[in-house]
């Protein structure tokens, strides 16, 4: 999908994306590694102000993943299927006490995406010295 020139055909490959996580046994870790392998820019847009966050079509159209882009992505992704729809959702911002780096990361149903290259936590999982800075409760999407 992101290699695609075309915002319509981006549009498509996402909306087949997204039908084929309805039932697939592993929804968490295929959002995961669908996203894991996007080419990455630099800061997109402003994590910490959710007034300026792009929408989900914003997103596809603009077509620019910062790691925290990559999170909105998940979320969008998971919002826009009819299995997720109404569950809640809440994307972090946290810092690592230990090395003052910071993370983002999106909870749904006691399980943590986009903290770990690669994989889908449960929420003990998280380092313990981890402290969130702030958390952003996912409004529903139409």
Partial sequence: MFSLSQYEDRLLEWAEFRQSLEKDEY???KVVDFYNRIPRCSINTDPW???????????????????????LGMCY??????????????IHIAKDNKNSSLHYYLTIQGYVLGFSD????????????????KSFLMDNIQ
């Fill in 27 to 29: 929804p968490f870790q």
């Fill in 49 to 71: 102000n959710k007034k300026i966050w792009p929408g989900p079509w914003e997103l596809v159209y603009e077509n620019q993943y910062c790691n925290f882009c990559i999170i």
């Fill in 77 to 90: 992704t998971l919002q826009l299927t009819e299995r997720f729809k109404g569950e809640v959702f809440e």
């Fill in 118 to 133: 690669g994989e889908v936590l449960q929420m003990n999982q998280l380092p313990t010295n981890l402290i969130v800075q």
